[in-house]
C-alpha cells in the first residue's frame, strides 16, 4: 500500500485543432523551426511520470488529462474535490520556466506546512541527479524551497510542490528539455523522489 496517491498538474494547456492554448504566453521562438510549448512539454512529462509510477504500484491521477488550458482555481478546486476522497493526497505541479535564468526551481506555498518537507527531497535528489545544472535554492529559512502565493499551492488543501524544469528561453536548456534522454532522466528522479517519501 503507498502511502500517498500523487495528483499531477501538468501546467497550461496543449493543442487542440493545431492551436497552442497558452499562447503568446508559455512559448518561445528560437529560430523558425525551434519553438517550445511550455504546456506541451509539461503533459509530455505528466504522461512518463504517470506511466512509470504506475509500474511501482504508486497510484496517480492527471488533474488536466485533456489538453484544455484549465484555469488554476478550477485545477485547485479539482484537486480539492480529489482531496475529499483521498486525504492522503500529494499535489505536484509540473512547469517549464522562462524570464533569462538557468536551471530548477521548488516552489511550496508560504509558511512552514509539510510541503516543505517534499519540496525539501525533491531538491535533494534534482540536485544529486542533475549535478551540472543549477539549483535556485531559497535557505534563508533553512531549506531548498522558495515559497510563493501561487493558485495551485494556496488554494489547494491537500500538501503541494510546484517544480520548475529549467528555462525554456535559454537555448542550452531548451535543448536539454527537447531531449528524450534529459527528460527520462528527469522523470526517473521524479520517481526516486516519490519512492523515498514513500519509504520514509
Known sequence: MSKHIYLIDPGHGGFIDGVYQTAPRKMYQHSPSEIFYEGLYNRKIADLLMRKLWEENIPT????????DI??????????????????????????????????????????????????????????????????????DGDLDKEEDFTILTQTYCPA????????????????????DFRLAYVRTLVNWIKKVENE
Not at 528561453?169 to 531548451?174: F, G, Q
Open 61 to 68: 491521477i492527471n488533474l488536466a488529462p485533456s489538453d484544455l
Open 161 to 180: 510542490v510546484l517544480v520548475e524544469c529549467l528555462f525554456f528561453d535559454n537555448y542550452n536548456e531548451y535543448l536539454l528539455l527537447e531531449d528524450a
Open 71 to 140: 484555469p488554476l482555481l478550477v485545477r485547485a478546486n479539482i484537486a480539492n474535490s480529489y482531496y475529499e476522497h483521498y486525504r492522503n493526497a500529494v499535489l505536484l505541479s509540473l512547469h517549464s520556466n522562462s524570464g533569462g535564468g538557468a536551471g530548477f526551481e521548488v516552489f511550496t506555498s508560504p509558511g512552514p506546512t509539510y510541503s516543505d518537507h517534499l519540496a525539501q527531497r525533491l531538491g535533494e535528489e534534482l540536485i544529486a541527479g542533475f549535478q551540472d545544472i543549477p539549483f535556485r535554492a531559497d535557505t534563508s
